[in-house]
Each structure stands twice: as C-alpha cells, then as structure tokens.
C-alpha cells in the first residue's frame, strides 16, 4: 500500500490569521516554480508562529510514527514542531473502527 504524502493543517484563529495564512500560500506558491507547492521549513517558521493552530493528523510524520506504535520516533519528529507552533501544536486523533492492523516496525 502506498502512503499519501504527508501534510499538516493550519487552522486560522482570527483574521491575522488568516492574513499569515494567505502569506503562507502565496509564499509557497512562489517557491514552487511551477511545481506541486510544498511549504517549506523556513516558509513556516516566517508565518506559522502566530494566530495559527498548526494541526498534525493522519498524514503527518509524527502521527504516522504514533499510529505505527513507535512512541519514540514521535517524540523526535514532533520536538521541531513544538518549537514552531508551541501551545498551538495539536495532534488528530482518527478510529476508523478497524482491527487487526497490527503493529508496524519502527525506524
């Protein structure tokens, strides 16, 4: 099975927000040239620190190391999110009601 490419979720919280939020886009927007956008480290450090929720689900990184039972891993791949997003860092929580997935291997 192949995984979707990971992404994140910026939810605005006011209407500087989503002024940072629109910045953001049209930022990666630009430093795509043409490409899929991507968003890039140093793009989200300029505009992601204030007024947004930065939200990791399923598609993300850390979750996926979570959702893999590799609770160590998560710690890692979550410590440069917590130093952009601080208090507003949330992680999605999805069931889908399925067993016996099992458990992935780590690393």
């Known amino acids: 099975m192949i995984e979707p490419p990971l992404r994140i979720t910026l939810l605005t919280q006011n209407a500087g927000g989503w002024a940072r939020l629109c910045r953001l886009v049209s930022a990666a927007q630009a430093e795509a040239d043409g490409a899929a956008p991507v968003v890039s480290w140093p793009t989200l450090r300029a505009y992601a620190d204030r007024d947004l929720v930065v939200l990791l689900g399923p598609a993300s990184e850390p979750v996926r190391a979570l959702s893999a039972g590799c ?24 069931y889908l009601g399925r067993q016996g997935t099992g458990r992935a291997r780590c690393g």
């Open 71 to 94: 609770p160590d891993v998560a710690e890692q791949l979550l410590a440069p999110w917590r130093d952009l997003a601080g208090e507003h860092l949330r992680l999605e929580a999805v």
